[in-house]
């Protein structure tokens, strides 16, 4: 089993920042992608950005210039800087990961945070 801790979210203002982290532990060997997701209450839950194994980003247009995805291998974190935050960015926000197991993979999600953009 994998655990995925979030933490960093809150409530800022628009154009404040905010750093999400989010830490796995559990029986890990190795960790495929990690990435974050957002929901708002109504909507399905969207990639937000992700980050491999090697250090190739994947982010949503809507935040590509303002979030930077970051990952530390050794740590197994991953953490999301978002900058220049609009109250469209307000959502509840999850930690994925994907670790091989058996020549599968498995997803494992976070409990979310919630992040807060008023205007």
């Known amino acids: 089993q994998v655990q995925l801790v979030e933490s960093g979210g809150g409530s800022v203002q628009a154009g404040g920042s905010l750093r999400l982290s989010c830490v796995a532990s559990?029986?890990?060997?190795?960790?495929?992608?990690m990435g974050w997701y957002r929901q708002t209450p109504g909507k399905q839950r969207e990639l937000v950005a992700a980050?491999?194994?090697?250090?190739?980003?994947n982010y949503a247009d809507s935040v590509k210039g303002r979030f930077t995805i970051s990952r530390d291998n050794a740590r197994n974190t991953v953490s999301l800087q978002m900058n220049s935050l609009k109250p469209e960015d307000t959502a509840v926000y999850y930690c994925n990961v994907e670790v091989p197991r058996g020549g599968y993979k498995l997803a494992y999600w976070g409990k979310g945070t919630l992040v807060t953009v008023s205007s």
């Open positions: 559990g029986s890990i060997v190795s960790i495929n992608t």
């Open positions: 980050i491999t194994s090697r250090g190739s980003t």
